[in-house]
């Protein structure tokens, strides 16, 4: 057993949860940036938006998370 920052950790289980959290994020990224990159203005727009989607809506949810635990 190895350790990974301050936790003691298997190195198979750091590498496993590395990878599966490694392929979901590169396969939006290849996939926006290609749509972005093919050349159709539309395609394009629709990768910009669903990007700014996946990265603006767990913001916002931990916003309004925040901000309805500050009213409690």
Same mark, same amino acid.
């Not at 990878?19 to 996939?31: M, Q, R």
């Given at each position: 057993?190895? /350790? @990974?920052?301050? $936790?003691?950790?298997? %190195? /198979?289980? +750091? =590498? &496993? *949860?590395?990878? @599966?959290?490694?392929?979901? =994020? $590169? +396969?939006?990224?290849?996939?926006? #940036?290609? *749509? @972005?990159? $093919?050349?159709?203005?539309?395609? =394009? %727009?629709? @990768? !910009? &938006?669903? &990007? #700014?989607? !996946? %990265?603006?809506?767990?913001?916002? /949810?931990? =916003?309004?998370?925040?901000? %309805?635990?500050? *009213?409690?």
């Amino acid at each position: 057993m190895d /350790w @990974a920052g301050l $936790s003691r950790l298997h %190195t /198979w289980r +750091f =590498a &496993l *949860e590395t990878l @599966a959290g490694i392929i979901p =994020a $590169s +396969f939006v990224i290849a996939h926006f #940036g290609g *749509e @972005a990159g $093919s050349g159709d203005l539309r395609r =394009a %727009t629709w @990768a !910009v &938006l669903g &990007l #700014g989607l !996946v %990265t603006g809506l767990p913001l916002l /949810w931990i =916003a309004t998370r925040r901000k %309805t635990q500050k *009213e409690f």
